[in-house]
């Protein structure tokens, strides 16, 4: 019933730029936060980003923060995630997740309720 997928991942060189997408069915997407997460192998799914379920707050991780960049369309039900001036330590599965409270936080993966199945980003030469 609940579903959540992303999209927009592949392969781009560094410095390039890239837009991912989620898409949601199967529950009140307007009542959820949304997170954007990241693996890369051998290592632990880490927080990127995240929005509050009105769309008015986000937080990044240091990281990324001034590179990307998300936003929602609860109309839509799709989350998005641009990422811009990309890196190699960039590179990994990109996840998003729904957390049913009105403000999100990037460090509490266990709060996150559903979860897509990832989308490939690779940032190579």
């Known amino acids: 019933q609940v579903r959540l997928v992303e999209s927009g991942g592949g392969l781009v060189q560094p410095g390039g730029s890239l837009r991912l997408s989620c898409s949601a069915s199967g529950f009140t997407f307007g009542y959820h936060a949304i997170g954007w997460f990241r693996q890369a192998p051998g290592k632990e799914r880490e927080g990127v980003a995240c929005i509050s379920r009105s769309g008015s707050s986000a937080k990044y991780e240091d990281s990324v923060k001034g590179r990307f960049t998300i936003s929602r369309d609860n109309a839509k039900n799709t989350v998005y995630l641009s990422m811009y001036s990309l890196r190699p330590e960039d590179t990994a599965v990109y996840y998003c997740?729904?957390?049913?409270?009105?403000?999100?936080?990037?460090?509490?993966?266990?709060?996150?309720?559903?979860w897509g199945q990832g989308t490939q980003v690779t940032v190579s030469s």
């Open positions: 997740a729904a957390r049913p409270y009105d403000m999100c936080y990037t460090d509490r993966l266990n709060e996150y309720d559903y």
